[in-house]
């Protein structure tokens, strides 16, 4: 079995391990009552998860909303949030939609962000500004830097572009990398680490505005189809959990809210809406691509 290919199956089976040890060394009765009070509310490592003023306010939102102690739990990967959620560690997670739809079965869609008056955004694949390059086939032999292997934008998108293509990362590109973040994508391109990269596009639109010294090192060279934005999901084995239903509301609520409205300003968002999970259906069909092709 190809590497990419492989990857999905051992990468959903890694996250099931690590549920599974997580449940299992879950506090004790002892102290848990206390425990309880508290939502935990996970963070995949993207670019936001840098900026100490937006997580205040994030938390202090949240836990004037949910009238509760909120924690916000970070992780190196994707892999560790989504573990932690699938096995209800963490009562809510703000993921990608990757995640999503690998443990569609296990997860339940809370709310979804709007981004430019939609819940969608797109994958970029970059170069420097420099690079003179017609199009992604032109990509042939490049060292390429991915943001995460359980990312859609950062990784899964161009995964499927080249097994589409009849090829995988590790036959294209003369060397694949995982930088664990967004940024660390564009950073990478931008100092000439990498020739190319995988990354969101709706991060690297923010940074043009946050960053834009360090963007303006880069370009983009192409852009995928609209796809359904990063999600917040619940674990469904805390389905009736009355937290979740105030989560929602605090999310869909955040627009009207001086608060809320200080996070979505950091954020560059309009807004979370509810939306189905068929929004994500073609993050699926990328994942298919991918296994019946890579």
Known sequence: MDRSKASLVNRREAVRLFAATAASLALPAIGRAEEDKVFRFGLTPVFLVNDLELLDHLRGYLASRLKVPVELVTRRTYQEITALLVSGQIQSAWICGYPFVAFRSQLDLVATPSWRGRPLYQSYVIVHRDRQVDDWTGLRGDVHAFSDPD????????????????????????????????????????????????????????????????????????????????????????????????????????????????????????????????????????????????
């Open 151 to 294: 990312s859609n934008s950062g990784y899964l998108v161009t995964t499927a572009l080249l097994a589409e293509n009849r090829t995988t990362p590790d036959r294209f590109f003369s060397h694949h990398f995982f930088t664990y973040g967004h940024r660390n994508v564009v950073r990478a391109v931008a100092s000439r680490l990498a020739q190319s990269g995988s990354v969101d596009g709706y991060v690297w639109e923010v940074m043009r505005e946050t960053e834009p010294d360090l963007v303006a090192q880069t370009k983009v060279l192409r852009r995928s189809e609209w796809l359904g934005f990063p999600p917040v999901a619940a674990p469904r084995l805390l389905a009736g959990d009355p937290r979740l239903a105030a989560i929602r509301d605090a999310l869909t609520g955040m627009k009207d809210d001086p608060e809320g409205q200080a996070v979505l300003k950091l954020l560059r968002l309009d807004g979370f809406v509810v939306t189905e999970p068929s929004l994500f259906d073609t993050i699926a069909a990328k994942m298919d691509v991918v296994r019946r092709l890579g």
